[in-house]
């Protein structure tokens, strides 16, 4: 360390080197661009993050009701509170307040207040049907501090390799890097609609061994993000399988369990799968399990509402994972209320309940029909192809970029992708996120854009989008047919 | 089949980290306190009496009513639609409840805010920020978090590169900053606060610490400054001269400062002052020191532990550094928007002439007041015990009482594998249900011992505390005479 006149502690060069490798693109170049030019005046229309509420879709109602008055609980005691808030949510806020002594004023205790831990445990084992211990559930400030959590648990070291598919949400990625870890990817097949490849992952696996990397874990996304996709039984327990033979944890990612847009794959869970295929397996393959109040057709991402539940972990383990909980005392305790809610909604026959499964059923509908109309604009398109979004809030067409693109691209000295979405945000105002964020196979390219703006503007954002894709295809592709590819 | 996770394969950082407050006594805690629950009488008390976190709410202190309002309003905007409302808020919560939601974005208090945290509230407390210090105050320097704590993680993350970088931390210190360093493999390096003159410091011992670790190769890469104190309690008086001296020596510019209690001054002769305030008036600009400074809704006297709400302001930084800090924070999209409200408001209340300012201070005040009572009675008590002595506490919410411990107790606790104060502490839970951090955790000069105990039990039951933990004290000592 010198002193006087040389390097200072937080000068760019003296940070930690992990910090600057992380990469975190979903609010990247392409998202501060959108957000310098909607300060200029321009319409923006953010696409780049899951963020429902921030394009128009309404919270549920009751539970904004039952959390107000937990906020408030002066109003529980006015004569008048019965006539503006239905009787089930101030029973229910009654409950919680209950169950939290002191109120969402204070710090629970630092797993997440027991009664709403077990309300979610009661949750999985209606799911699943088998029982959950809520011992092992977790509350967190969102899903991403849970796996950001186990992330850092299990990573030792550079060798130490965490298995990630290829396209992935980059806070994985982000986290690897941030604790020093090794990414070890497994890409997806885009032509059999993102389907796993296990003999390429075996030789993923094997490939890295040899390079002296301990592949520790796992990571799986179901559904999908970005790419949506839903995991069939079969493939679960041949993931499942393969963790246990390779020693490797899972983390499954199950976020978006409620966003199910087709029949024929409803959500399975990891945990289920697991117990079916009993022992040995169901006793040893170690699983954490992550879900959160973000998504699903709740959307309450402001809350930093999560959990994650562990599966097989040994008592010493489940101590330190408690230990580094502590430390930041508690969840926050609004979060753990909607958590609550969520897993245990109203019920046929409460008061709110016709108007809560109204909501929900809107919204799932609304978001099914918007998961077709994009799908099927993407493939509209000159030069791109789209798989269809199966779950998840995401769609991930592939734009096939003319060879003139990319040089023009590389001449403006950015990624191929990023090239694209910034042009199509410059000229529509459409603010993507490109596919090289989440990674892709060398010389493929997407972007990523979300299934939530209004339903009502969708059509003028598809027809929005396929004026500047076509108009930039024909830029940079000639003009009329020659190698220009739709799906449609 | 080996287990992939098992302690034996953990991070290493993981299994090294210690966090006392709700460390070895606080889960033993839990367990006495289940089996009060399934077997009552059981046990030579009949309540856990919990003086180890500062955790107000959890005791009964009432939130300040005009924040919930405005929170339960932003929580519900349907509300704001209908007649009724009226009459059940204050027109001032509806009007502030209107404020902020016309600063959100779509009103859309569900949706992830900017990563930094929602602008108009930033401007907000960035405006309280200036008001208090009579310094200019940047919104863009402003990070919106989860509470103080993953603030100070993010800085540290930032800091730490290997383990010979170190952090200054007063000793004693609140173990979030140990455990800090220790998850992110840095090094501590600890500045000794003096017992005897009211947990000051004198800069020969900052200077004696400093030079100690950079001749062991440690590059010390900030200082923490905990004021008012945790858990010492002193409102600092020495930032003047700490500023001085590093500004001469030049060798490191980045300073911490958790502010956290800045409302919690018992003292009339002692004034908080923010770090920020002191160096800007000392003649440092914004680019001549880089100061963190971090507050949060948890603590003063609105005690919002559970809504994780706090900021910090980093000043002196350059524009790729913050981008840094800004891509950290974007990975995890944003803090709670209710912590975020909750922020502004506090660095915004209610003011002379507002419908709810009138029964805003009576609140204030009277939590305030009931604070430094219960402080000031237990300090005395503690100073009327034998074997003990105690430093009033000028600030926050904690004691720190020192237990002069006979040889054979020391012993006594060695025989058992376990630090004396620690000993002490299970002893006096298990005995009289009073539940207190030993001093091990946070730190303190070898061969002394101390208990941190909170000061915010109901004040009716401080009596009782004192009397069952000085009954205590006397059959130890009694037992452990030399």
């Keep these: 360390m010198v002193g006087g006149g040389g390097r200072k502690p937080l000068d760019y060069e003296e940070l930690n080197e992990n910090v600057k490798k992380v990469q975190y693109a979903v609010r990247g170049e392409l998202y501060l661009r959108a957000s310098e030019l909607q300060k200029e005046g321009k319409k923006i229309i953010f696409t780049n993050v899951g963020n429902p509420h921030a394009l128009g879709q309404k919270p549920l109602t009751f539970p904004r009701q039952v959390v107000a008055l937990c906020q408030a609980p002066f109003l529980l005691d006015d004569p008048n509170v019965g ?99 090794a990414l070890v990817p497994y890409y997806l097949e885009e032509e059999a609609n993102w389907g796993l490849d296990f003999a390429n992952i075996r030789q993923t696996v094997t490939a890295a061994r040899s390079k002296g990397i301990t592949v520790r874990a796992m990571v799986i996304i179901n559904p999908g993000n970005p790419t949506g996709q839903c995991l069939s039984e079969g493939t679960i327990r041949e993931l499942l399988s393969f963790c246990y033979h390779e020693n490797l944890v899972l983390l499954a990612d199950e976020v978006y369990q409620q966003n199910i847009y087709q029949d024929e794959r409803p959500f399975i869970s990891a945990r289920k799968v697991l117990f079916d295929m009993g022992p040995p397996m169901s006793r040893e393959v170690q699983l954490i399990s992550f879900h959160t109040v973000s998504k699903g057709y709740w959307g309450e991402c402001g809350q930093r509402g999560g959990y994650f539940e562990m599966t097989n972990l040994p008592p010493k383990t489940v101590d330190e994972i408690y230990k580094v909980a502590s430390i930041a005392l508690s969840p926050n305790v609004p979060g753990q209320i909607f958590m609550g809610l969520m ?101 493929v390219f997407h972007l990523r854009t979300t299934i939530l703006p209004a339903e009502e503007d969708m059509p003028a954002i598809m027809s929005s989008f396929k004026k500047f894709n076509d108009s930039f295809m024909d830029q940079y592709d000639g003009y009329g047919g020659g190698s220009g590819y739709s799906r449609m | 089949m080996a287990t992939s996770v098992s302690v034996e394969t953990l991070n290493p950082k993981v299994l090294r980290c210690e966090y006392a407050v709700r460390g070895e006594i606080a889960i033993h805690a839990q367990h006495l306190l289940q089996q009060l629950e399934r077997q009552p009488g059981s046990l030579p008390f009949d309540e856990i009496l919990f003086c180890n976190i500062g955790n107000p709410q959890s005791f009964g202190q009432k939130p300040i009513t005009f924040f919930r309002e405005v929170l339960a309003l932003c929580d519900h905007p349907n509300l704001l639609d209908r007649e009724e409302t009226k009459s059940l808020f204050s027109t001032d919560a509806i009007t502030r409840a209107k404020k902020i939601l016309a600063q959100i974005p779509g009103r859309a208090t ?11 509230l930033r401007d907000e407390i960035a405006a309280g920020i200036a008001s208090r210090d009579g310094f200019p105050a940047n919104a863009d320097d402003i990070f919106l978090t989860n509470g103080a704590s993953p603030g100070v993680h993010m800085m540290m993350q930032l800091l730490i590169r290997n383990d010979r970088d170190g952090i200054m931390c007063p000793i004693p210190q609140y173990s979030l900053y140990s455990a800090s360093i220790a998850l992110h493999g840095g090094a501590l390096v600890p500045y000794y606060l003096d017992e005897s003159s009211g947990w000051g410091l004198e800069i020969s011992e900052l200077k004696k610490q400093l030079e100690d670790a950079r001749s062991k190769g440690i590059a010390v890469r900030a200082l923490v400054v905990i004021n008012p104190g945790n858990p010492t309690g002193q409102v600092c008086s020495y930032m003047y001269d700490v500023t001085r001296e590093l500004s001469i020596s030049s060798f490191f510019w980045g300073v911490h400062q958790p502010q956290v209690y800045q409302e919690n001054i018992y003292v009339t002769n002692k004034k908080f002052n923010s770090f920020k305030k002191i160096v800007r008036s000392m003649g440092y600009n914004g680019v001549d020191l880089r100061l963190v400074s971090f507050q949060s809704v948890s603590k003063g006297y609105y005690g919002e532990c559970g809504k994780r709400g706090g900021y910090m302001e980093v000043t002196g930084f350059s524009t790729t550094v913050r981008e840094q ?143 069952r933990f000085r009954e205590f004290h006397e059959e130890f000592m009694a037992q452990y005479r030399d």
Aim: hydrophobic content about 40%; aromatic content about 8%.
């Design chain 2, 110 to 120: 569900g949706a992830y805010s900017h990563s930094q945290g929602i602008k108009g």
């Design chain 1, 343 to 443: 897993v245990n909604p109203p019920k046929p026959g409460d008061i709110s309940y016709m108007k809560y499964a109204a909501e929900s059923k809107a919204i799932l509908e609304s978001l099914r029909r918007r998961a077709h109309i994009m799908t099927d604009g993407f493939n509209s398109c000159r030069n791109v192809v789209c798989n269809f979004t199966e779950g998840a809030m995401y769609s991930f067409p592939q734009i096939r970029l003319p060879q003139r693109a990319i040089d023009a691209a590389k001449s403006a000295g950015k990624a191929a992708d990023v090239f694209y979405c910034l042009k199509l945000l410059e000229a529509t105002g459409i603010s993507t996120v490109p596919g090289s964020g989440f990674g892709q196979k060398e010389g």
């Design chain 1, 83 to 181: 006539l503006i808030f239905p009787a089930d949510a101030i029973a229910r806020a009654k409950h919680y307040l209950s169950l939290a002594p002191g109120g969402l004023g204070a710090y629970s205790d630092s797993r997440g207040i027991p009664g709403v831990r077990k309300e979610v445990a009661e949750f999985i084992q209606r799911r699943d049907g088998y029982p959950s211990d809520p011992e092992l559930i977790y509350l967190t400030d969102g899903a991403s501090k849970g796996v950001m959590q186990m992330l850092n648990t299990i990573i030792r070291n550079e060798r130490d390799g965490i298995l990630v598919p290829v396209p992935q949400y980059p806070l994985y990625s982000a986290a690897i890097s941030l604790f020093g870890g």
């Design chain 2, 325 to 467: 800090l800004y891509k950290i924070a974007s990975v995890n999209l944003c803090s709670n928007i209710t912590g975020q409200i909750l922020a502004s408001l506090v660095m915004n209340p209610p003011k002379a002439g507002d419908a709810s300012y009138d029964l805003y201070e009576v609140e204030k005040d009277s939590i305030l007041e009931s604070l430094a009572r219960r402080a000031k009675a237990m300090v005395f008590a503690f100073n009327g015990i034998d074997g003990i002595t105690c430093n009033k506490t000028e600030g926050a919410m904690y004691l720190l009482p020192r237990i002069h411990l006979p040889q054979k107790a020391i012993e006594a606790a060695s025989a058992v594998n376990k630090a004396p104060d620690v000993f002490y502490a299970r002893r006096l839970l298990d005995t009289t249900g009073i539940v207190v951090t030993p001093g091990s955790g946070f730190g303190q000069v070898a061969g002394t011992w101390h208990l941190r105990f909170t000061i915010l039990p109901p004040e009716e039951k401080i009596p009782s505390i004192i009397s």
